[in-house]
């Protein structure tokens, strides 16, 4: 499939994500193609959330237009849609009425049996491969585009919370009270987990990127007993998958946002990539990880309302910390989350040209 695409003018996602010195860091934005954007509005304006999911051509059109108004400042391009279409895929009914909602959360062990046994995502979301594959041939080799998924503890959080949690009381109770239902259930996501991304590989993805976004609501010994099991189950179940399909692994980056204190643990989870949050110092984060995998972040998103001074000087701390005696190695920059609706575009496009400036290589 990836020899009918042009080929790729700018690689330094890739070349960071294997590890290698590059002449500055590549970055993009969690959450690029979003609210912050008027001409995000202006599309959400006349469609419903899932309908922009589910509709190839309106997915495509937004995840173009920060590549278009940032032209030549990003360096990657990531595709609209949410981690909660695996729900959707396995038969859960879910809304945005604004935020996540479910109307028939999971309660019980039992109400597993609600959920479809068998799971095909070339059926269920073949749209977001067909969305994928479009945005490849309009991007005509300008940058990579990023696929990517919800992690199994995440997911399954929503799925039995019934939307967003401050307590997460009721995915708690499963862990403690059905342990062993609970890691089968968490499988069960994690394989649909695999099919997706591999079938986003497929239809062009370049890179992949799991979320792990409630990563730090589990302590580090419950994290290690319920979601790295999955999480390593994913990367292990893409590349067997795609070695067996003869088709070349892609870069996989693994964001479990708060997770630091299992960091060590998360380096030798089969990922190429750990994303960090702005909770942990870059230097501290290569002690603990070394060269094992690269690293992705991390500027606190609430930095770019601070104005440009602080934009400034919190990236040119950020690269500090990050570089390699005065090189960018290994090294994605990015927020430590994903950008917020508030933030001025133009502010945006500061910490762009600014990450550009102060991550290039020392004279």
């Not at 051509?57 to 108004?69: D, G, M, N, S, Y």
């Not at 239902?181 to 062009?204: N, P, W």
């Not at 630091?260 to 998360?266: D, E």
């Amino acid at each position: 499939m990836s020899n009918t695409f042009a080929p790729l003018k700018n690689d330094l996602l890739l070349r960071a994500a294997r590890g290698e010195e590059t002449e500055r860091a590549p970055v993009w934005v969690m959450r690029q193609a979003g609210r912050y954007l008027p001409e995000f509005r202006a599309v959400r304006a006349n469609h419903e959330f899932f309908e922009i999911c589910k509709t190839p051509e309106l997915a495509c059109e937004i995840t173009l237009q920060p590549v278009k108004r940032y032209k030549g400042l990003l360096d990657a391009a990531i595709i609209f849609s949410d981690i909660l279409v695996i729900p959707q895929a396995m038969g859960m009914e879910v809304l945005m009425n604004p935020g996540p909602f479910f109307p028939q959360p999971l309660n019980a062990p039992e109400d597993v049996s609600r959920l479809k046994k068998v799971v095909d995502v070339n059926v269920e979301l073949g749209y977001l491969f067909e969305a994928i594959t479009k945005v490849r041939k309009e991007l005509n080799g300008e940058v990579p585009l990023i696929g990517f998924c919800g992690a199994p503890w995440t997911l399954f959080s929503y799925m039995i919370e019934g939307g967003g949690s401050k307590t997460f009381q009721k995915c708690k109770t499963w862990l403690f009270k059905y342990p062993e239902e609970s890691k089968a259930l968490l499988m069960r996501i994690a394989d649909v987990c695999v099919d997706l991304l591999v079938g986003q590989i497929k239809a062009g993805a370049q890179l992949v990127q799991v979320f792990d976004s409630w990563a730090s609501e589990l302590s580090p010994h419950d994290f290690a007993e319920f979601s790295l099991p999955s999480l390593m189950h994913i990367s292990a179940g893409v590349r067997s998958k795609l070695a067996s399909d003869k088709i070349s692994a892609v870069p996989m980056t693994l964001f479990a946002k708060g997770a630091n204190q299992s960091l060590a643990a998360l380096a030798d989870a089969g990922y190429d990539v750990l994303g960090l949050d702005w909770c942990i110092d870059a230097a501290e984060a290569h002690r603990i990880v070394g060269d094992r995998v690269a690293l992705q972040g991390n500027l606190d998103p609430n930095v770019l309302y601070g104005g440009r001074e602080a934009i400034e000087r919190e990236v040119k701390r950020m690269a500090a910390s990050f570089k390699r005696n005065g090189v960018a190695k290994g090294w994605i920059a990015n927020l430590g989350h994903g950008i917020t609706p508030g933030v001025d575009p133009e502010d945006m496009r500061f910490f762009l040209e600014c990450v550009h400036k102060y991550s290039a290589k020392s004279t």
